[in-house]
């Protein structure tokens, strides 16, 4: 397999910068997963990474070569896109044999890949099927296998799994990752849902406005969000996130609201605001790190209760605070009600502050 890095790469369509000086670096055998909400730049970086568009600046290098011009087919690529474009006419083997015969590959070597590609993939017994005779979670893994006997050094793949129903799709989730696992092949891999991302990439890289906003493991993205952009794509329920005002009340650091309570901060969290650029903080909590009770207590804030999701295993609260949605999660067996007043209580070393002017974390 083979490393590949980005350097600077842009992407122009008129004065829409798709794709916004994006730096990254793949190591060999790393899986990668761009992510990010619809129109961020992800599909743009990967075709640019197939060579399917052109660059606008900076270059592209897959192993040791700048591919920056050279055509897809001389890129040493393989593309799984999501819808998988079999061959309806041919079978699952004929699909898988067919970018070898193109290359003009002798039979028996062609026949070797072929069914060493539906061994990892577990589906030697349906290579004489037709595609219309598979499931959809077939239909993909042969896309997969159509990639595979090419023997890329990367694999590039485009929300693969969306066509998938949701529990097809987690079921083909731990496939690729184990795929990946026994392949030790470089992958790049682009999807919307963040979940995804976390569950599968070795690291990721969040992208928003074509800009990459962070790259890193998927642990270390969802401790340490960078800006509060990544803070609340990054989880779900999303991190809540609380505009407040920095301010001191009998010599110690609180954050105050609109309604007039004040958050006493730990000394480590007084000395992140005492940096901020401004007054204006955002409080970011992530729901399984707030305490909610149903009666007042001393450090807890006042909220209202909007909306209650029990979801069997947990149940998902939002409440309102200083006008705010903020999601909690509770144990099935506490009860609480639309509209109803309850106290949320902040764990001092879980959460998050952002400089309300730059949304950067504060360090
Ligand atoms: P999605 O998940 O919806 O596919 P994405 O994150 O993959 O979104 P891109 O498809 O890479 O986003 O698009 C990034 C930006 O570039 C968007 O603003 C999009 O409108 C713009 N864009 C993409 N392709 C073209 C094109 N051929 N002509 C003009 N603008 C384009």
């Known amino acids: 397999m083979a490393q590949v890095v980005l350097k600077d790469l842009i992407k122009t369509y008129g004065s829409v910068y798709a794709v916004n000086n994006v730096s990254l670096t793949v190591n060999d055998g790393e899986f990668v997963a761009l992510v990010g909400p619809s129109g961020c730049g992800k599909t743009t970086t990967l075709n640019l990474v197939a060579g399917l568009i052109p660059i606008t600046g900076g270059d592209i290098v897959i192993g ?111 496939e690729i990752k184990r795929f990946h696992q026994d392949l030790k092949a470089t992958i790049i891999y682009v999807t919307h849902d963040q979940l995804e991302a976390v569950t599968m990439a070795d690291k990721m890289a969040v992208m928003n406005g074509g800009f990459l906003q962070q790259y890193d493991t998927p642990a270390q993205v969802f401790a340490h969000p960078l800006n509060m952009f990544v803070a609340s794509f990054i989880g779900s329920p999303a991190m809540s996130l609380v505009p407040l005002e920095a301010s001191t009340a009998n010599g110690m650091s609180v954050l105050t609201s609109a309604e007039g309570w004040a958050l006493p901060l730990s000394p480590l969290n007084a000395r992140k605001v005492a940096a901020a650029k401004s007054k204006k903080i955002v409080l970011g909590a992530r729901h399984s790190t707030i305490k909610l009770h149903k009666s007042a207590q001393p450090g807890a804030i006042p909220a209202k209760v909007y909306t209650v999701e029990p979801t069997g295993d947990v149940t998902f609260v939002q409440a309102f605070l200083s006008g705010s949605l903020v999601n909690i999660s509770v144990p099935p067996a506490v009860h609480v009600a639309p509209d109803e007043q309850v106290w949320l209580e902040f764990d001092q070393d879980r959460i998050h502050l952002f400089d309300g002017e730059t949304e950067m974390a504060l360090h």
């Open 64 to 174: 040791d070569r700048v591919v920056n011009d050279l055509d897809p087919k001389d890129r040493d690529i393989a593309m799984v896109f999501q819808n998988y474009a079999l061959y309806p006419q041919k079978s699952v083997y004929n699909n898988l044999a067919f970018p070898l015969q193109m290359r003009r590959l002798p039979k028996d070597e062609i026949d070797r890949k072929v069914r060493d590609a539906a061994k990892v993939l577990d589906m030697t017994h349906l290579l004489e099927r037709k595609p219309r005779e598979l499931s959809g979670g077939q239909q993909q893994r042969v896309a997969l296998g159509r990639a595979l006997v090419r023997d890329p050094a990367v694999f590039l793949m485009d929300e693969p799994l969306s066509n998938l129903d949701a529990k097809l799709r987690v079921q083909m989730r731990s």
